[in-house]
């Protein structure tokens, strides 16, 4: 997502000049780019001149938003994954306050950083690589 970021002003950008870039494997990053189109957060075009760009600017991305969608959870144990069975000990549970905590924090902390903020102070063609 910041490479498709950094390079917003540019057409459609092929899967393999990312992948590149990135230095990740085409076929990682098509699984990855497949759960971003199918959640509409970036626009994706087939054939010659085709590729993929965000659908918006960056600074409507949170960095929460995306990891929530490609790890499915931020969850610090696994009874406060969503969709989980209630844990039976969850009523007694002397340290659910602290993961509770704990998980608060992370949303928030990653529900407060935009892709347009990390982009901030980087010069043209500085290419991102996680």
Do not use: F
Request: charged share 30%; proline share 4%; with cysteine.
């Amino acid at each position: 997502m910041i490479d498709l970021a950094e390079h917003q002003n540019e057409e459609y950008i092929a899967l393999n000049e990312i992948a590149r870039r990135q230095e990740i494997s085409e076929k990682y990053m098509e699984s990855i780019v497949r759960m971003l189109v199918k959640a509409r957060m970036v626009d994706s075009l087939r054939g010659k001149g085709g590729g993929y760009r965000l659908k918006g600017s960056p600074d409507r991305y949170t960095v929460g938003s995306i990891l929530r969608l490609t790890e499915e959870s931020l969850a610090p144990v696994a009874c406060l994954e969503p969709g989980s069975e209630a844990c039976p000990r969850m009523a007694r549970c002397a340290t659910l306050p602290v993961w509770q905590g704990l998980e608060q924090v992370i949303n928030e902390y990653l529900d407060g950083i935009t892709l347009a903020q990390l982009l901030e102070g980087r010069g043209d063609g500085d290419d991102y690589v996680i």
